[in-house]
């Protein structure tokens, strides 16, 4: 529990250092000094938020009566499981980030093993959340094990595959991006803010706060992709 504690702290700080950091190089100018100095810090933040987040579901999942408060030992299961499967989701995008920029001089792939390990492990990890949600219908998990699919396969055909265009890299690293910064704002949303959010929404609409974020940021992050593949002459 000591461990677990700790764990937890870090959890919190690198989530609060990354909801904060995100929004300067998602508004500064792009490969600028200071975008390139606060994507740093959010991407360790959400490093240390991510990796985290993964140890403790293990633990929720593996132990719950250690950590159920008030529910039952399924219900501290199925948490661990949707925070497992976030976990994974921000992990991939910050992978994303940091591959996506190696790869800007570098047309022909070279993947490295973790460049292949980790997603596949997301894919797996994706397959049994989906699996866990269908079983207690459980949709929001069962959407965000699909999008942790998604995000990896794109992510293995961006390392397996030349690139497809020379700014290719460029949208790339805006989905990972974009994919951690839905991360972290989800978990707020669910495990942090609950309780001020909750308490500004009827009850029949508490299931909101937990489909918001993504009905909201994905569609979007998918026409912010589109304007700058426009801006490039890459739009097809």
């Known amino acids: 529990m000591a461990l677990y504690r700790v764990l937890w702290a870090l959890h919190v700080l690198g989530g609060t250092v ?12 792009k490969g600028s000094r200071l975008h390139r100095r606060a994507g ?20 929720w ?11 039952s030992f399924a219900e501290r299961r199925t948490a661990g ?20 920029v190696a790869r800007k001089r570098q047309i022909a792939p070279n993947p490295s093993r973790l460049d292949l390990a980790w997603p596949a492990a997301s894919i797996a990890v994706g397959l049994g959340a989906a699996l866990v949600g269908l079983a207690r219908a459980n949709w929001l ?18 390392s397996l595959r030349p690139l497809p265009t020379p700014k290719s890299w460029w949208y790339q690293h805006m989905q990972g991006a974009m994919g951690s910064m839905l991360t972290a704002i989800t978990a707020f949303v669910v495990f942090g803010g609950s309780r001020w959010v909750l308490a500004w929404i009827p ?8 489909i918001a974020p993504s009905a909201l940021l994905v569609p979007g992050f998918a026409v912010w992709t589109r304007i700058y593949r426009r801006r490039f002459g890459e739009l097809t």
């Open 61 to 71: 999942i593996l132990a719950p009566e250690a950590f159920a408060t008030g529910e």
């Open 203 to 210: 009850a029949g609409l508490s299931w909101l706060p937990w």
């Open 18 to 29: 990354g909801l904060i950091s995100m929004f300067v190089p998602l508004c500064s100018k």
């Open 81 to 100: 499981v949707f925070l497992a499967t976030l976990g994974m989701l921000g992990t991939g995008g910050i992978q994303q980030m940091v591959r996506a």
């Open 141 to 158: 998990i069962v959407v965000f094990a699909t999008l942790t699919i998604a995000t990896s396969i794109g992510s293995l055909r961006f």
């Open 40 to 59: 740093t810090i959010f991407v360790v933040a959400m490093l240390a938020a991510t990796l985290s987040g993964v140890v403790m579901a293990a633990s």
